[in-house]
């Protein structure tokens, strides 16, 4: 039993470094320096845990964690996790925990905040309590928006800034990951690609993702949209129906209005 928990504990050390070196490779070809910036961020569990690291580890003056109760874990439990996570690392950033907050005061003097899960939503009473000139990082592509992370009418209205994230930059590329997680899935629900023939339910980004990705590996798609009678006409012929469209908020399947 001890050796087992010697292994995790190794394979758990070893993933900390990789991911902390390309942390800092990611930092210094950015030329990323948070200097004297106030950063709003969370902390939570896996590469979550993460997100204050890359805040000090870019000089930030102050570090502001929010951290939240989950259901597999306590705040408590995440926090004593991540300073044993920086327990070698050196920065001078000062960090400051809020557990399960009921007030944003503290919101008052942050120069950046993360649109991040612990955080959201940035409604109007906590955006009320920040200073103008506040940024406000997506975490995402613009044309992902969604109004239920951010009041960006108020927004507009406070002249707080709020900007998307550029996923398909050549360095990021996150997309093309998204192609590795869809042909996973798929591989994982026992089905193969190549020869098989596949219906995208998707009018956006994911869906052109999804049908490179197929493509790739010799699949063919008999169909992508949302119109219900192409999807009906198609789906005595498919292998599987991939749903990957992110904006839509109508039923798909089941009720009266929805799709199929």
Same mark, same amino acid.
């Given at each position: 039993?001890?050796?087992?928990?010697?292994?995790?504990?190794?394979?758990?050390?070893?993933?900390?470094?990789?991911?902390?070196?390309?942390?800092?490779?990611?930092?210094?070809?950015?030329?990323?320096?948070?200097?004297?910036?106030?950063?709003?961020?969370?902390?939570?569990?896996?590469?979550?845990?993460?997100?204050?690291?890359?805040?000090?580890?870019?000089?930030?003056?102050?570090?502001?964690? *929010?951290?939240?109760?989950?259901?597999?874990?306590?705040?408590?439990?995440?926090?004593?996790?991540?300073?044993?996570? *920086?327990?070698?690392?050196?920065?001078?950033?000062?960090?400051?925990?809020?557990?399960?907050?009921?007030?944003?005061?503290?919101?008052?003097?942050?120069?950046?905040?993360?649109?991040?899960?612990?955080?959201?939503?940035?409604?109007?009473?906590?955006?009320?309590?920040?200073?103008?000139?506040?940024?406000?990082?997506?975490?995402?592509?613009?044309?992902?928006?969604?109004?239920?992370?951010?009041?960006?009418?108020?927004?507009?209205?406070?002249?707080?800034?709020?900007?998307?994230?550029?996923?398909?930059?050549?360095?990021?590329?996150?997309?093309?990951?998204?192609? #590795?997680?869809?042909?996973?899935? *798929?591989?994982?629900?026992?089905?193969?690609?190549?020869?098989?023939?596949?219906?995208?339910?998707?009018?956006?980004?994911?869906?052109?993702?999804?049908?490179?990705?197929?493509?790739?590996?010799?699949?063919?798609?008999?169909?992508?949209?949302?119109?219900?009678?192409?999807?009906?006409? #198609?789906?005595?012929?498919?292998?599987?129906?991939?749903?990957?469209?992110?904006?839509?908020?109508?039923? *798909?399947?089941?009720?009266?209005?929805?799709?199929?």
């Amino acid at each position: 039993m001890k050796e087992l928990k010697k292994q995790q504990n190794t394979l758990r050390d070893n993933k900390t470094n990789r991911n902390i070196k390309i942390i800092l490779n990611s930092i210094n070809e950015l030329k990323l320096d948070l200097s004297g910036l106030t950063v709003l961020t969370e902390c939570g569990t896996n590469s979550y845990m993460f997100s204050p690291v890359i805040a000090c580890l870019a000089n930030a003056k102050v570090v502001k964690v *929010i951290v939240i109760d989950t259901p597999e874990y306590s705040a408590e439990s995440i926090i004593t996790e991540f300073k044993e996570l *920086i327990a070698d690392l050196s920065f001078n950033s000062k960090i400051e925990f809020f557990l399960n907050p009921r007030e944003y005061t503290f919101f008052h003097d942050v120069d950046i905040i993360t649109n991040s899960g612990m955080i959201r939503p940035l409604n109007k009473e906590k955006l009320s309590l920040c200073q103008k000139n506040v940024v406000i990082p997506l975490m995402y592509e613009k044309w992902e928006f969604r109004n239920s992370d951010i009041d960006i009418n108020y927004c507009l209205k406070k002249g707080i800034k709020v900007g998307g994230v550029w996923e398909n930059h050549p360095r990021l590329k996150i997309f093309e990951f998204c192609e #590795n997680l869809l042909i996973k899935l *798929i591989f994982d629900s026992g089905l193969e690609i190549r020869e098989n023939r596949f219906l995208i339910f998707s009018t956006d980004e994911f869906g052109k993702m999804a049908a490179r990705g197929i493509k790739k590996l010799g699949g063919f798609i008999t169909y992508i949209g949302v119109d219900s009678k192409e999807i009906y006409k #198609n789906v005595p012929i498919v292998d599987a129906i991939i749903f990957c469209d992110y904006l839509n908020t109508d039923d *798909i399947i089941g009720s009266e209005n929805s799709y199929l």
